[in-house]
């Protein structure tokens, strides 16, 4: 499911919300959002988010708390494709280049290390 694409900038505000979070509640996503809607606006989005199959939420005392319906890892691999098809043409090298230019922590040892194992398996695997 290649969320990022299908949802308005407020939905995606939230879906951010809910995979940084994990589990919370409504007025955490409306306390969490910039310049939120009322409350009433995002609880009304949270439904809509679940009828489209995004979150799902439980009862929790009182209240309900929602989460996403897709894994954070799926979700962030899935806006990285989108980011790289859309910026990069899907070059990989490019990407990578700009994600070391605007890097604030030099690479160390062991990052390098583990940079040439990812992409020797890539090799392997014929990627």
């Keep these: 499911m290649t969320w990022e694409t299908q949802l308005s900038r407020r939905e995606r505000q939230i879906m951010d919300i809910l995979h940084a979070r994990g589990r919370v509640p409504a007025a955490e996503v409306h306390a969490a959002l ?3 809607p009322s ?6 989005l949270l ?9 799902r939420h439980e009862r929790e005392g009182l209240r309900y708390v929602f989460m996403p319906v897709e894994p954070r890892n ?3 691999r ?4 989108r980011v790289l098809d859309t910026f990069f043409g899907g070059a990989v090298d490019e990407a990578v280049e700009a994600l070391l230019e605007v890097s604030e922590t030099p690479l160390g040892e062991a990052d390098r290390r583990r940079l040439r194992k990812l ?7 014929g990627r």
């Excluded at 409350?39 to 009304?44: D, I, Q």
């Excluded at 899935?78 to 494709?81: D, E, F, I």
């Design 34 to 36: 910039p310049d939120a």
């Design 39 to 44: 409350y009433s606006a995002v609880r009304a």
């Design 47 to 55: 439904r809509i988010l679940e009828i489209k199959g995004y979150v």
């Design 74 to 76: 799926q979700a962030s």
């Design 78 to 81: 899935s806006a990285l494709k």
């Design 119 to 125: 992409i020797a398996k890539a090799r392997k695997e």
